[in-house]
């Protein structure tokens, strides 16, 4: 297996990232943000990119940030514990987020501490039953970030977020998907098949519409209704004058399977 810390590949329009330090749990390091930058960089370029998948290598998805990996310091000198955020996560949520092709999370295993706040980056999560999520950043005097404490009260609700930030408990994938903080669990079995299934279904939409669908949802937040009904407004306009939207149309009066071609 390539000892690459992350395993990208590209065909058809579908990115796929791997995480693969599977003898460190995927745990984040300097050569693993690097490596996701720059393939970032070039999906940004991609015109006939369709859908993003991120996964993990092994057992786990990832288990945060890997502490062992920093160099010490000499004694007394204190670590800039932001220094990272600004440089590394900051972006990388960012940047997933702001992508206009769906981003997909396959939970494979595990994802604690900011491993699974980036998870909760994607937009759709699919999780094998066995996943389970964890906080764990106040066990080392630490608080969850990389957007957790957004993420998570938005999606659970700030009793539930309280809860699983302060004692550090494990969250099942399938109590996450009963919560509503992922969409999809599913048995390991499946969970490949599945997973392929909903990239596929994905890579066969029509791009426009998922982009600007995406960016609409994610604006809500900060919008008024008016605001945002304005926004629909905008962006609906935008799709009705692409080729999408006729062929879409006819295919629902033909009982047929669309063929969009994202423009």
Not at 39 to 57: H, K, N, P, S, Y
Not at 216 to 244: F, K, S
């Amino acid at each position: 297996m390539d000892q690459a810390p992350v395993l990208c590949d590209y065909q058809d329009g579908v990115a796929t990232i791997t995480l693969n330090r599977p003898d460190r749990l995927n745990s984040f390091n300097d050569a693993m943000h690097d490596a996701i930058a720059a393939f970032l960089d070039r999906l940004e370029r991609q015109a006939d990119l369709r859908v993003v998948l991120i996964t993990g290598r092994g057992r786990a998805f990832c288990a945060g940030q890997d502490q062992g990996d920093r160099v010490p310091l000499p004694p007394g000198q204190k670590r800039d514990m932001g220094a990272a955020l600004e440089r590394y996560y900051k972006p990388l949520v960012l940047r997933l987020r702001a992508l206009p092709a769906p981003v997909v999370c396959a939970m494979n295993g595990l994802a604690v501490g900011v491993g699974a706040t980036v998870v909760l980056a994607c937009d759709i999560v699919i999780a094998a039953e066995s996943a389970y999520f964890m906080q764990g950043f106040t066990k080392l005097g630490l608080m969850p970030d990389g957007g957790a404490t957004q993420f998570l009260p938005q999606r659970i609700g700030t009793a539930r977020a309280m809860d699983l930030c302060l004692l550090n408990d494990k969250l099942s994938a399938r109590q996450a998907q009963q919560w509503g903080l992922i969409s999809r669990c599913v048995p390991d079995a499946e969970f490949e098949q599945q997973t392929g299934a909903l990239v596929e279904r994905l890579a066969g939409a029509a791009t426009r519409a998922v982009a600007l669908t995406k960016r609409a949802i994610y604006a809500a937040a900060g919008n008024t209704l008016e605001r945002q009904l304005d926004l629909e407004t905008v962006l609906q306009r935008e799709l009705g004058y692409t080729d999408d939207y006729p062929e879409g149309v006819s295919a629902f009066r033909d009982k047929r399977a669309p063929v969009f071609q994202g423009r």
